[in-house]
């Protein structure tokens, strides 16, 4: 039954009370706070710690996450499909939405995926990332909100965007349209804490539009065999945008997707990735779930499917993690909280 590392599911990084697990009636509230039971804080249990969860899933926004003092754009790639780079983005931006990000996904895949379990509209002639990157609507025209969530925007991807490969090969300034698009949404006041941006599965203008566009990337890693198979032609291409058109672009995170805890190679996939990038690789791993996989199904991400579920708490644990790391990127506005900007 077990999908997932129990482990690498349980964020330690949370002291914060877990109201209704222990009788605070009993205790009396203020002692309840007080109460450590020896060196274990409530929420350093399995138990607490989900329950703390699942409470942010039903009162979003209340949580304690740092906001970034600069807007984050974070592009995840990988040129290999099917490795969890859609899911990832869509779940991971639900996932700060519900702790008090602003949070803007642009959809750069033809298919849409990203739009579509974002719940916006994406059918041909609505206005998408393929108008912007040619040029022809400005940010505003194309962002939409997704109805899972106030905090939660997005720019779709339209199967128009499957030209654009081609389209943008003599257009002026074509590999970094997106750049400055994103520099127009900052001036008309979106108040954006982070852009996330779905790449396709390649390594084409479009990829590299999104890697001009962000400071961070962030690499899904399938727990597969040939997991790591092209990440080394990933990592040159990213050297390549960096020496020659964004010098601050670097491999901030790693996400492991689809573990499966039942198998020793999931195991062996973990090891061989942390080995290769270090403290890059997030601590809460993605377990393979069948509620993350229906979701898109239903329009949704599956922190709005299934909120109770393994990889909707997965998810949750991620975007944590990641806006912990804000400190690391050195632009956490330190003790600010989303309760403090009245989120
Ligand atoms: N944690 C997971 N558990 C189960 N299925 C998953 C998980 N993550 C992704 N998938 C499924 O794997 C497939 C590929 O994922 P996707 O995010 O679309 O990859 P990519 O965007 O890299 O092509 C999709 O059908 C998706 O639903
Ligand atoms: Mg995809």
């Given amino acids: 039954m077990s999908n997932g590392p129990a482990k690498a599911n349980v964020s330690r990084e949370t002291t914060s009370r877990v109201p209704g697990l222990l009788d605070t009636e009993i205790l009396g509230a203020e002692e309840f706070g007080r109460t ?55 779940n991971l931006a639900a996932a700060l939405a519900i702790q008090g990000m602003r949070v803007l996904v642009i959809d750069l895949d033809p298919q849409g995926n990203a739009s579509t379990a974002l719940g916006v509209e994406h059918h041909s002639g609505v206005p998408s990332s393929y108008e912007l990157l040619i040029g022809e609507v400005k940010v505003g025209d194309a962002i939409q909100q997704s109805p899972h969530s106030e905090r939660l925007m997005c720019i779709p991807a339209t199967i128009d965007l499957a030209g654009a490969e081609i389209e943008l090969v003599s257009m002026v300034a074509r590999e970094s349209r997106l750049k400055t698009a994103i520099q127009e949404a900052n001036l008309a006041g979106y108040d954006i804490d982070y852009v996330m941006i779905d790449c396709p599965p390649s390594l084409g203008l479009l990829t590299v539009n999104a890697m001009v566009a962000a400071k961070e990337v962030l690499i899904p890693i399938q727990c597969e065999y040939y997991a790591l198979e092209g990440v080394g032609q990933l990592l040159r291409n990213i050297s390549l945008v960096q020496s020659h058109l964004n010098p601050e672009l670097h491999v901030s995170t790693v996400v492991l997707t689809m573990y499966d805890g039942r198998t020793k190679l999931a195991d062996q996939v973990a ?26 199904g239903y329009g949704m991400t599956v922190l709005n499917y299934d909120p109770g579920s393994r990889g909707a708490m997965s998810y949750l644990d991620a975007g944590r993690e990641l806006a912990a790391r804000a400190v ?10 989303t309760e403090e900007r009245g989120r």
């Fill in 328 to 337: 690391l990127e050195g632009s956490a506005a330190a003790g600010e909280t």
């Fill in 36 to 90: 450590s039971f020896g060196n274990i804080s409530p929420a350093d249990t399995p138990i607490a710690a989900e329950a703390q969860r699942a409470s942010q899933i039903l009162h979003p926004g209340t949580a304690d996450i740092p906001r970034p003092r600069e807007q984050r754009v974070i592009t995840i790639a990988n040129q290999k499909g099917g490795v969890g780079k859609t899911t990832t983005t869509v």
């Fill in 271 to 296: 090891d061989e990735v942390r080995t290769h990038f270090g403290d890059a690789v997030l601590k809460s791993v993605i377990p393979r779930s069948v509620k993350v996989s229906e979701a898109p």
